[in-house]
């Protein structure tokens, strides 16, 4: 069925053009680069993935129950609306918010891909640029992958959220090359790789997991590659161009921590949307994810050197200001972890169904 059918709502045009004053940058300089940097590309080369092949999507998925999460998840739970709700309901509302989440997912790895390409564009440095190529393929795989999930197991999808797509505008928009690195790589792929994680450590549901979980793996070297780019150049600021970055982090971690709560979801439900946003605002669990929002976040500003007293009273209002202790590096060295548990599981269980069959097939013969 073609995407626009399956819709809740239609998008506004099928392209959404984003004007661009960056400038394509070549670099004449063919020598080896920084050693970190250059290993982070063989890394990329080196884990490149098939998601047709890797993912089992012949595993089965209740649209009425995609994600396998605790209902306790959804805003709704436990309001008057919820009482009211019967269980078809509910399964509805289930399927609403894994559209709704995979549907922000899928807007945001293609928006990830563009970032991508607009840095192997812009970036001074060619071991830069060698690297940005590999995390434009990740990303491209990325939204294949939540594509074919939105389109074969739910078979509904949300479009962009505004808040969103503004901020996603506001880093394609800007001409200073670092900028795609700073909206996309920290707050948004921080974002993403929040909520990655909170549904991939809760869900019971295998196909999900996998999908996450794979996923997770490849963000864990994109982060690293932010933090190691604009480490180094954020250094040369100057403090009014310090101060300029950290403003844009100030507003974009506002925006995502007040505005990307699903909304949408209940208004299609008949809820108004002042009552939609009341109940966002009155759900524990969404009070939780805020936290756990900017555990990538927070460090990873702080790693990269944007800490001034205004952004640093920003996150104490927002009460997140203490995640800046936190160790990304051990943070991004489980999301690696847990992939490669995940495939060792699935490959010893593959390898105990294949023995079984030749026990089976061999004792089939000796009958006979």
Not at 108 to 124: F, K, L
């Amino acid at each position: 069925m073609a995407t626009q059918e399956l819709y809740t709502s239609p998008p506004d045009g099928l392209n959404w053009r984003v004007p661009s004053a960056s400038s394509a940058r070549f670099s004449w300089e063919y020598d080896e680069g920084r050693e970190r940097l250059l290993a982070l590309y063989q890394k990329g080369k080196d884990k490149q993935w098939d998601g047709a092949k890797r993912i089992a999507w012949d595993l089965e998925v209740d649209p009425l129950d995609p994600l396998g999460t605790p209902d306790e998840s959804l805003t709704l739970h436990g309001t008057p609306h919820w009482a009211k709700m019967t269980e078809r309901d509910k399964g509805e509302l289930r399927k609403h918010y894994a559209s709704w989440q995979f549907s922000q997912f899928l807007h945001g790895e293609q928006g990830a891909m563009v970032c991508a390409a607009r840095i192997v564009e812009s970036v001074p440095d060619l071991d830069a640029k060698f690297y940005s190529a590999t995390q434009t393929m990740d990303e491209a795989r990325h939204a294949e992958i939540y594509s074919r999930f939105l389109h074969d197991k739910i078979g509904m999808l949300y479009p962009i959220n505004d808040d969103l797509q503004a901020l996603l505008g506001d880093t394609l928009r800007d001409s200073r090359w670092d900028m795609p690195y700073l909206g996309m790589q920290v707050l948004i792929e921080g974002l993403a790789l929040a909520a990655f994680g909170m549904i991939r450590d809760t869900t019971d549901k295998p196909l999900p997991k996998q999908i996450l979980a794979y996923i997770m793996q490849d963000e864990a070297r994109h982060v690293a590659f932010g933090r190691m780019a604009l480490r180094d150049y954020y250094k040369q600021l100057t403090d009014a161009e310090r101060r300029e970055r950290e403003e844009f982090v100030i507003e974009g971690c506002y925006l995502m921590r007040d505005r990307l709560r699903g909304v949408e979801v209940l208004e299609n439900f008949g809820i108004p949307k002042a009552q939609a946003q009341e109940y966002s605002e009155q759900s524990e669990f969404l009070a939780l994810f805020r936290q756990l929002l900017f555990s990538r976040i927070v460090p990873c500003v702080k790693d990269i050197g944007l800490w001034g007293k205004r952004l640093q009273e920003a996150y104490v209002d927002m009460g997140v200001f203490e995640m800046g202790n936190a160790n990304l590096d051990q943070l991004m060295a489980q999301d690696e972890e847990i992939a490669e548990k995940l495939d060792a599981e699935r490959f010893a269980a593959e390898e105990q169904e294949r023995v079984a069959e030749v026990r089976d097939a061999i004792a089939s013969g000796d009958s006979d």
